[in-house]
T-cell receptor, first 114, second 115 residues
């Protein structure tokens, strides 16, 4: 069974640029959630995708957008990067919906905005 | 707004001893889960233990156990026989309305294990 993978591991961008981060779900998982973890903070929920549809969004502006593909892999896109977007971006996959489905996290992508 | 509060930014423990990490949360939900996650320096978040709010019995996973006080909205993690590999950031988390996949995390507690 393949775990959750994310690419790239690290990324450096400049303010105003756009970035795409990628996540491959654990095998068989149809739900992907994205989190932003600023330095010294806990992760904050960005949004979730379930079977290719957005299924809930946190308090993030529209320049944060996402996609989920038929194979349940996912992308996080951030436009017009700001310095405060520098963070570790985590994706987590789970199987289905319900009161409890364990989330399995990837190792994250460290984004630095200069 | 739902919040999760971890009041101990840092904790340290001697190897083989016991340490307790605190967490309080605020929710109006009646049925929910609570989680403790571990994030080692490798950054990968790992689920340590979960508690179902409707269960009176505290959850236990090997050396890890919780003290769940529903009325007080308190959910502490006890690590017994601490090992060097337990050193990490520990996050308490609670699910947003709409499903347990959408988690609200505390700010974390950095645990140091001294040999």
């Amino acid at each position: 069974e393949t775990g959750v993978t994310q690419s790239p591991t690290h990324l450096i961008k400049t303010r105003g640029q756009q970035v795409t981060l990628r996540c491959s779900s654990q095998s068989g998982h149809n739900t992907v959630s994205w989190y932003q973890q600023a330095l010294g903070q806990g992760p904050q929920f960005i949004f979730q995708y379930y079977r290719e549809e957005e299924n809930g969004r946190g308090n993030f502006p529209p320049r944060f957008s996402g996609l989920q593909f038929p194979n349940y892999s996912s992308e996080l896109n951030v436009n017009a990067l700001e310095l405060d977007d520098s963070a570790l971006y985590l994706c987590a996959s789970s199987l289905g919906q319900g009161l409890f489905n364990e989330q399995f996290f990837g190792p994250g992508t460290r984004l630095t905005v200069l | 707004a739902q919040t999760v509060t971890q009041s101990q930014p840092e904790m340290s423990v001697q190897e083989a001893e016991t340490v307790t990490l605190s967490c309080t949360y605020d929710t109006s939900e009646s049925d929910y889960y609570l989680f403790w996650y571990k994030q080692p320096p490798s950054r990968q978040m790992i689920l340590v233990i979960r508690q179902e709010a409707y269960k009176q019995q505290n959850a236990t996973e090997n050396r890890f156990s919780v003290n769940f006080q529903k009325a007080a909205k308190s959910f502490s993690l006890k690590i017994s026989d601490s090992q060097l590999g337990d050193a990490a950031m520990y996050f308490c988390a609670y699910p947003r309305p709409g499903g347990s996949e959408k988690l609200v995390f505390g700010k974390g507690t950095k645990l140091t294990v001294n040999p």
